[in-house]
């Protein structure tokens, strides 16, 4: 079992930064993939960034390319996502997830392909 606990998130102006981070409670955690997903009101769940177990790959969605990075941190059990620009439409509730993959050095995008969440982060970013 892996337990995921998310933090930071809050409120933000368009054009500002916030930082999401996501705390894993495993000891296997080097072995997971993990990805960060938002959910906005009346939408789908949809990717927004992931890294690999070894941290060798990284994807985002289009809509955040170049203005969000995701990063992890092994020896701290943890998994960031620093959100640069930020516009309305990011306004959402943020998830951390926890996937595991065969291949260390790659992962795959969709939320079925992830075992584990967090209970989710409010982002809004006003106009």
């Known amino acids: 079992q892996v337990q995921l606990v998310e933090s930071g998130g809050g409120l933000a102006q368009a054009g500002g930064s916030l930082r999401v981070s996501c705390a894993a409670s495993?000891?296997?955690?080097?072995?997971?993939?993990m990805g960060w997903f938002r959910q906005a009101p009346g939408k789908d769940r949809e990717f927004v960034a992931g890294i690999s177990a070894s941290g060798g790959a990284i994807r985002y969605a289009d809509s955040v390319k170049g203005r969000f990075a995701i990063s992890r941190d092994n020896a701290k059990n943890t998994v960031s996502l620093q959100m640069n620009s930020l516009k309305p439409e990011d306004t959402a509730v943020y998830y951390c997830?926890?996937?595991?993959?065969?291949?260390?050095?790659?992962?795959?995008?969709?939320?079925?392909?992830?075992?584990?969440w967090g209970q989710g982060t409010q982002v809004t970013v006003s106009s």
């Open positions: 495993t000891r296997t955690f080097t072995v997971y993939a």
């Open positions: 997830a926890a996937g595991y993959f065969r291949d260390y050095s790659n992962f795959a995008t969709g939320r079925s392909d992830y075992n584990y």
